[in-house]
């Protein structure tokens, strides 16, 4: 009689750095749609920081998920779940400044705001999320 064991499936090897820096790009290209059309829905109740808070908190949630599948090849664990808050919290951060920034300073209309302060905080988030995920 034969036995068949099965075999764990190995995981896929890690990328490149630059590799990595691709797929987070293109991660982030996804977070960002998903988090804006949030943000858009919610803002129509909401008032635009707690728009955004949400929105952020949600689209994050997912980010996550699709950066320890397809940026970093690596299984999701409840203690990299817990700490990739973390990366974000810094994008967080620049980003609120940045959205007060332009809504309530400059005066330039809340619909783009998001859009337009997360540019600043994608390289310290990169590298922050990649420390977790390791």
């Known amino acids: 009689m034969h036995v068949t064991v099965p075999c764990q499936a190995r995981p896929a090897p890690a990328r490149p750095v630059s590799g990595q820096i691709l ?5 982030g290209a996804v977070n960002t749609v998903t988090y ?12 635009y920081l707690a728009a955004h808070a949400i929105a952020f908190a949600l689209s994050m949630t997912g980010s996550f998920f699709l950066n320890a599948r397809f940026t970093y090849r690596t299984r ?12 974000n919290a810094t994008n967080f951060l620049i980003t609120t400044a940045g959205v007060y920034l332009i809504v309530d300073v400059l005066h330039a209309g809340d ?13 310290v988030t990169f590298l922050v999320s990649r420390t ?3």
Do not use: E, H, N, Q
Not at 36 to 47: H, K, S, T
Not at 111 to 119: D, F, M, Q, Y
């Open 76 to 87: 999701p664990t409840w203690r990299k779940f817990l700490l990739f808050p973390l990366s």
């Open 36 to 47: 804006y059309g949030l943000y858009l829905l919610f803002l129509m109740r909401l008032p």
């Open 111 to 123: 619909r783009l705001a998001p859009l337009l302060a997360s540019g600043a905080a994608i390289p």
């Open 132 to 134: 977790i995920m390791r």
């Open 23 to 27: 797929v987070f790009c293109l991660v």
